[in-house]
């Protein structure tokens, strides 16, 4: 089992950016799938970003393209998402999950390991 601890949040303006880190901890971070999805209020768990084993292929939403870039640092145990030109309709919770096959990068029920969030707010 993998434990996931997401880290980087907080209030920025739009235009603003923010980096975020996912730590994992209890199993080697290699051996997963990384992916970051996210949750407004009121809103469905969506995808964000995704990335392959070595970091090899990354995965992104249209919504976030250009914008977000998705890394992972495997000796770190820690994946990333970088995010720039940040608008107010980024604002959630924005959750790091694992997966050990890489089946279907964009559905959430396809991870096994989840983090426990952390919030995003962009101010217009």
């Known amino acids: 089992q993998v434990q996931l601890v997401e880290s980087g949040g907080g209030l920025v303006q739009a235009g603003g950016s923010l980096r975020l880190s996912c730590a994992a901890s209890g199993r080697t971070l290699s051996n997963y799938f990384m992916g970051w999805f996210r949750q407004a209020p009121g809103k469905e768990r969506e995808f964000v970003a995704a990335i392959s084993w070595t970091g090899s292929s990354t995965y992104y939403a249209d919504p976030v393209k250009g914008r977000f870039t998705i890394s992972r640092d495997n000796a770190k145990n820690t994946v990333y998402l970088q995010m720039n030109s940040l608008k107010p309709l980024d604002t959630a919770v924005y959750y790091c999950?694992?997966?050990?096959?890489?089946?279907?990068?964009?559905?959430?029920?396809?991870?096994?390991?989840w983090g426990q969030g952390t919030q995003v707010t962009v101010s217009s």
């Open positions: 999950a694992a997966d050990r096959w890489g089946r279907v990068v964009v559905a959430s029920y396809a991870y096994d390991y």
